[in-house]
């Protein structure tokens, strides 16, 4: 078991930022391909982001590419996304999980693929 758990969410304006952190307990952190998901109410879960274990591999969704950031810690077992130029249409329940498997990032935009989640952050954002 890895327990995850999201913080950081909250209400923001439109173009306003939040920086999500997603805390991870164990000694094999930094041996996981994490990912950042979110789920709007009536949709699916879709992918947001994702960064190898070193830190060296990233890929994001176009819809966020170029707006948000991934990165990760491994000494502090934390995971990071910082969401600037935020829109209302990313308003959601925003996840982190993460897979012992050694995906290529490009391909790891399935929730499926992940064995571990956390509890889910709300972020809201108003027009």
């Known amino acids: 078991q890895v327990p995850l758990v999201e913080s950081g969410g909250g209400l923001v304006q439109a173009g306003g930022s939040l920086r999500l952190s997603c805390a991870a307990s164990g000694r094999t952190f930094n041996s996981y391909l994490m990912g950042w998901f979110r789920q709007a109410p009536g949709k699916e879960r879709e992918f947001v982001a994702t960064?190898?274990?070193?830190?060296?591999?990233?890929y994001y969704a176009d819809s966020v590419k170029g707006r948000f950031t991934i990165s990760r810690d491994n000494a502090k077992n934390t995971v990071y996304l910082q969401m600037n130029c935020l829109k209302p249409e990313d308003t959601a329940v925003y996840y982190c999980?993460?897979?012992?498997?050694?995906?290529?990032?490009?391909?790891?935009?399935?929730?499926?693929?992940?064995?571990?989640w956390g509890q889910g952050t709300q972020v809201t954002v108003s027009s």
């Open positions: 999980a993460a897979t012992p498997l050694s995906y290529r990032v490009e391909v790891a935009t399935t929730p499926s693929l992940y064995d571990y």
């Open positions: 960064i190898s274990w070193s830190g060296g591999m990233i």
